[in-house]
């Protein structure tokens, strides 16, 4: 009986004791959050991960974005077409009977 007593309040104090450095560990983090160098290197992760996020998105865009360029090229080259044949002004005036 008396081993089942201390056994119990071995249970119980062991439990106490991790839960107080549970609790310690709380409150160094705690305190670590108050020093700006935690605090950078904190906004630095974050940074990190937002830089992440958005090249996984520009990697999924990328099979769109190469299928748009050449409908892109088209367009603008069919542009500079019908400009060079509609504001085609005569600047280049030869005289008749030049070989050039």
């Not at 008396?2 to 107080?20: G, P, T």
Request: aromatic share 12%; glycine share 4%; net charge positive.
């Amino acid at each position: 009986m008396i081993s089942v007593v201390k056994s119990a309040k071995s249970v119980k104090s062991s439990r106490i004791l991790r839960v107080a450095r549970i609790n310690k560990l709380f409150k160094a983090f705690k305190a670590l959050r108050t020093f700006k160098f935690f605090n950078v290197c904190l906004e630095g992760v974050n940074i990190l991960i937002q830089l992440k996020s958005m090249i996984s998105r520009i990697f999924l865009c990328l099979p769109m974005i190469v299928k748009f360029i050449p409908m892109m090229c088209m367009v603008i080259y069919l542009w500079a077409i019908i400009g060079m044949e509609n504001l085609n002004t005569d600047t280049h005036s030869f005289r008749h009977g030049s070989t050039y």
